[in-house]
């Protein structure tokens, strides 16, 4: 099988990433957020391991690239926990540095400014996901992943070395974090230019999960997603009124602050400002 493929295997209608190639240099994520949705199709997900032979694999097919996007991971973080010790997901971007790609490093962790150095040598960003910038809150929802304040540290540390840097505000979570209107402003001030955002959506363990750490709002989500929502692509969905309410606020004080803004997957493309995954910063000037 294949380390590095195509982007979106499942031609998702809703996708709205440009043509890009992907590769998780792990398997599963030690992070244990809540709301993952790789956890329905990666058996195993939160016990995280290399992926086999790795490293010859990669030099092989790395070999070949063309100038593609190649986006760092989709399926699972590249800087799990255990990355600080093996260094693999360096020892990949060594491999990249010699080939011709562009690459979008989508990551949680603040163990990302470590490779900053070989960042800087190919054309590169990294799409850093804060889901809120309340540090109680993001234990609950991410326990095993660094802290918003050590995220938001990070994104300014990324700027400060010249990387360009976009922001996941992913998911928005009714009752919970969505209100980020402070969290934009502070990014703003940081320097961030870009903004994805995605709301929640629900599968059977992910809602699972959120329901044992967090009943009180669960139960106001349950009609929102049963009774109101939209069953779309395996996933049920907040209702479209209220997503576009939700994505509405964050697009309108990204507008307010000079910030570009996508969605993702959720059939409101129409709101984008620019390409929905931030990957139109590797077309800017450095």
């Known amino acids: 099988m294949a380390l590095i493929t195509p982007f979106d295997p499942w031609h998702s209608k809703l996708c709205t990433c440009p043509p890009k190639l992907t590769f998780n240099p792990y398997t599963g994520c030690d992070h244990k957020c809540l709301y993952c949705y790789a956890t329905s199709y990666i058996p195993k997900f939160y016990t995280c391991r290399p992926k086999k032979d790795l490293i010859p694999k990669l030099k092989k097919e790395a070999a070949k690239l063309n100038g593609e996007i190649l986006s760092i991971a989709n399926s699972s973080d590249p800087y799990p926990n255990q990355e600080a010790e093996k260094g693999l997901t360096r020892k990949c971007l060594e491999i990249l540095t010699q080939s011709n790609c562009k690459v979008q490093i989508i990551t949680k962790s603040n163990l990302v400014t470590r490779d900053t150095d070989l960042l800087k040598k190919m054309r590169s960003t990294v799409s850093l996901t804060i889901t809120t910038d309340n540090d109680e809150t993001a234990k609950i929802i991410e326990p095993h992943a ?141």
């Open 146 to 286: 660094p802290s918003s304040t050590a995220r938001l540290k990070t994104a300014e540390s990324l700027i400060a070395h010249g990387i360009l840097t976009s922001i996941r505000i992913d998911p928005i979570i009714p009752f919970l974090n969505d209100n980020p209107q402070q969290l934009i402003k502070t990014l703003a001030t940081i320097g961030i230019k870009h903004i994805t955002a995605s709301t929640y959506k629900i599968k059977p363990d992910n809602w699972q999960r959120l329901t044992k750490a967090l009943p009180k709002t669960t139960e106001k989500l349950k009609p929102l997603y049963f009774e109101k929502g939209e069953k779309i692509s395996r996933y049920i969905y907040l209702p479209k009124d209220l997503r576009f309410k939700l994505m509405k606020t964050i697009r309108t004080t990204a507008d307010n602050h000079g910030i570009k803004f996508g969605t993702c997957r959720e059939d409101l493309s129409h709101m984008n400002t620019a390409t929905c995954d931030g990957s139109w910063l590797l077309s800017t000037p450095t």
